[in-house]
Structure formats: structure tokens, C-alpha cells
């Protein structure tokens, strides 16, 4: 299972951005689907997570600005920033668990290749 990640940029304070994660392979169901950052200097925060079934969890940064969603049938995650903040400036990694359906069901997990979101002020 291979992630593609895109929708990063500049926005501005105040402004708004979309990121999109497509997951690609054959004989795979997606489970959980996150959205991390990365910051340099700091440690990889865990911004919004996703179920199969639509359930949403989100950093308490995050909450009421941000909303992530999803599309099953194209194996798409989605992270609508709203109200941006110079301190959302980092690297967005997308990652997902899933499982590899076969004569045995492996799990595993996959990341994205990262897209940098840039808010200035």
C-alpha cells in the first residue's frame, strides 16, 4: 500500500487548505487514517485520525478548525484547515493502517511522503 499526499502550500493567517492523501496498491482494506506534523526540533503530534466507520478524533489544537474525512471508495483522507495559525506550519505526514486481505490477512502501516504546509502571518 503506497500513500500519495498533496495540498500543501502558503496560506496565511486566518486562511484555509485542503489535504488530500490517496492510498494505492490491490487486495487492501484501509482501517484507522491519521493526519500527522512534524516540526523541526519537535516530535511528530498526532493531528486528526479518521475510523472506517467515520469516527473522528483530533488534537485539542486542532478542534473546530480543522476536519478530517474520508472517502472509502477512492481510499482518500482529506484534512480541511480552517483558520490557520503561524504555529500549523510544519510537515503533514497522512498515514494508514490497514490490512492486506489473502489466504492470511496481514496488517500493516503506511505513511505518506510528507507535504509542508507554510501559514505565515
Known amino acids: 500500500v503506497q500513500l500519495q499526499a498533496s495540498g500543501g502550500g502558503l496560506a496565511q493567517l486566518g486562511g484555509s487548505l485542503r489535504l488530500s492523501c490517496a492510498a494505492s496498491g490491490s487486495g487492501f482494506r484501509i482501517n484507522t487514517m491519521n493526519w500527522h506534523r512534524k516540526t523541526p526540533g519537535s516530535q511528530r503530534e498526532l493531528v486528526a485520525g479518521?475510523?472506517?466507520?467515520?469516527?473522528?478524533n483530533y488534537v485539542d489544537s486542532v478542534k473546530g478548525r480543522f476536519t478530517i474525512s474520508r472517502d472509502n471508495a477512492k481510499n482518500t483522507v482529506y484534512l480541511q484547515m480552517n483558520s490557520l495559525k503561524p504555529e500549523d506550519t510544519a510537515v503533514y505526514y497522512c498515514?494508514?493502517?490497514?490490512?492486506?486481505?489473502?489466504?492470511?490477512?496481514?496488517?500493516?502501516?503506511?505513511w505518506g511522503q510528507g507535504t509542508l504546509v507554510t501559514v505565515s502571518s
Open positions: 479518521i475510523t472506517s466507520g467515520g469516527s473522528t
Open positions: 498515514e494508514a493502517d490497514y490490512l492486506i486481505l489473502g489466504d492470511t490477512v496481514v496488517a500493516g502501516r503506511a
